[in-house]
């Protein structure tokens, strides 16, 4: 046992000095990948004469006329998809014409899908279970890469060939049969369980409420954890499902709105392939996946968004209304804002809304008058902040659903865990993909029934649809996690602490099994590498 244990501290040290970091050459092999990737899409394009930038341009293109439907500004009476003032709003202009569209088309685009989303779950859940299993015995994060990680890097890689083949051969995408709105709920989803998941460690407002403060109010108002350990632990099975089925919903169209999509989707990937790495625990990197969709965002908007009509342009409300979140909540995840003091935190967000009110002295609104539309900004924010408080009451409802239906000795007391026999363990599985599979299913008959609601409002809905079905995918996998050997606490909700007792380890963010009662908030001395030290 001594022996052992200094055999994993010489493996630490050589790790901790060594000038060749696998984790790094990971990422920097990725991200040279991604721009070579993006650099020949653009290219096959270009040979192609692909230049359909926006609906916009349909008229201007030399090739959009032939390739797809203009964009429906006039309704179309009897034509699903583009009958109401509102389809515009709805309509995905890259997708082929009914009429190119074969069974073919179909199935080959959605084979791609489930057979990337599949593999890469599978590589989340084996990860997980290694890491669970009782006879492991190595680091939990280390600065090299193991299986876990090569093998999900190489599968992404070939499932982005892949895609870029396929759009050259059969073209359409998902688009063709689920709502666009499905897209943007998928990833909006994602972002804001990483609020709730960040929440334990900068709070929602300026680094507020986290474990720091003592005071009585920020004690009453701060969330109990149970919820956001959860989201910790298993938030990597559904942020592979957002940017997969993300990915597979885009033709690799060869226009910057599509690029700067596909860098994102990469990055969230690549991320993942990284879990159980020190880089997977970098903030600064962690800090530009989750802030990207703000300059993302304003790309599509201006791109998308059609001539400025008299003070219409989406651009604005998209660029700040990220940008909002981005200088009250994100930016605190970084390390350094815990030692400064407590005035300097609001600097970053006045100096926002002083750019804010600049810019909408000249941004006029239909009428055109200015600083009308100034109140748009709160939007994006407040869309994703009432979502926050949303999947917590969810999940904590589910946590104490759980505990209920389990007798209070049983979640109180430390058992010997048992893992579910692979019958059930089929079982569970099974209705995890279920899940998954439901949600991609309201967002098919959305399209196939083509309910006539706003862009924003379908969005909005299946946010909250996706957030309720992920809570309960967590629920679902959690069993399947269970320690193989040792002693482990039941899972559940702990009243004492307010936290889940769960096992199992993230494979997207660090978690941590401790509640904010019983851990210590002390950066390490890798800085903004740093997640938190425990006490032992």
């Not at 995408?173 to 929440?199: F, H, T």
């Not at 003592?214 to 499902?241: C, T």
Request: neutral net charge.
């Amino acid at each position: 046992m001594e022996e052992s244990t200094q055999n994993q501290a010489q493996d630490k040290r050589q790790q901790s000095s060594s000038i060749f970091r696998g984790d790094v050459i990971l990422w920097a092999t990725g991200m040279v990948f991604i721009f070579a990737l993006l650099a020949a899409m653009f290219g096959f394009g270009h040979v192609r004469q692909w230049d359909a930038q926006s609906g916009y341009t349909h008229n201007q293109s030399a090739t959009s006329q032939t390739r797809f439907l203009p964009e429906p500004v006039e309704p179309e009476t009897g034509v699903a998809g583009r009958s109401d003032p509102s389809a515009s709003g709805r309509w995905y202009y890259w997708q082929l014409p009914p009429e190119k569209v074969t069974a073919w088309s179909r199935i080959f685009m959605w084979l791609c899908y489930i057979g990337h989303q599949l593999t890469i779950w599978g590589t989340i859940y084996y990860a997980q279970r290694k890491k669970t299993s009782g006879d492991f015995s190595g680091p939990k994060y280390s600065k090299q890469i193991s299986v876990f990680n090569i093998v999900p890097f190489l599968l992404n890689i070939i499932f982005h060939v892949l895609h870029l083949a396929q759009t050259h051969i059969t073209y359409d995408a998902l688009a063709q049969d689920v709502s666009e709105a499905s897209s943007q709920g998928s990833v909006i989803m994602m972002l804001v369980l990483v609020l709730l998941m960040e929440y334990r460690d900068r709070g929602l407002f300026f680094g507020w409420p986290t474990a720091q403060h003592k005071d009585k109010i920020s004690r009453k108002l701060r969330l109990p954890q149970g919820p956001i350990n959860l989201v910790r632990k298993y938030h990597g099975y559904a942020f592979s499902w957002a940017v997969i089925y993300t990915f597979w919903y885009h033709p690799m169209e060869n226009t910057w709105g599509h690029a700067f999509g596909f860098i994102h989707t990469w990055m969230v990937m690549l991320q993942g392939s990284l879990m159980y790495t020190s880089l997977h625990r970098n903030r600064i990197w962690r800090l530009v996946l989750e802030s990207w969709v703000t300059l993302h965002g304003l790309i599509v908007a201006k791109q998308t968004g059609g001539p400025d009509l008299n003070g219409t342009a989406l651009w604005p409300m998209f660029c700040f209304g990220f940008l909002w979140l981005f200088t009250m909540t994100q930016l605190f995840g970084l390390t350094f804002w815990k030692k400064a003091p407590w005035w300097t935190k609001a600097i970053p967000f006045l100096c926002y809304l002083a750019v804010c009110v600049w810019c909408y002295s000249w941004i006029p609104d239909k009428n055109g008058n200015y600083f009308v539309r100034l109140q748009e900004i709160i939007r994006i924010p407040a869309i994703e902040y009432i979502c926050v408080i949303f999947a917590w009451f969810v999940i904590d409802m589910f946590l104490r659903i759980k505990t209920k239906l389990t007798s209070t000795e049983e979640s109180e007391m430390e058992i010997r865990s048992v893992s579910p026999s692979p019958l059930w363990e089929t079982f569970y599985i099974a209705c995890f993909m279920l899940i998954y599979s439901l949600m991609v299913l309201v967002s098919f008959l959305l399209q196939e029934f083509d309910l006539t609601l706003d862009l924003i409002a379908l969005m909005v809905i299946l946010v909250f649809i996706f957030i309720l079905g992920t809570g309960i995918s967590f629920m679902i996998i959690e069993p399947v996690m269970k320690k193989r050997s040792g002693k482990t606490q039941a899972a559940g909700y702990s009243k004492s602490v307010g936290m889940a007792n769960t096992t199992g380890e993230s494979a997207g963010y660090p978690s941590d099994d401790q509640s904010d009662m019983t851990k210590k908030y002390a950066p390490t001395n890798d800085g903004n590498n740093a997640a938190f030290q425990s006490d032992h």
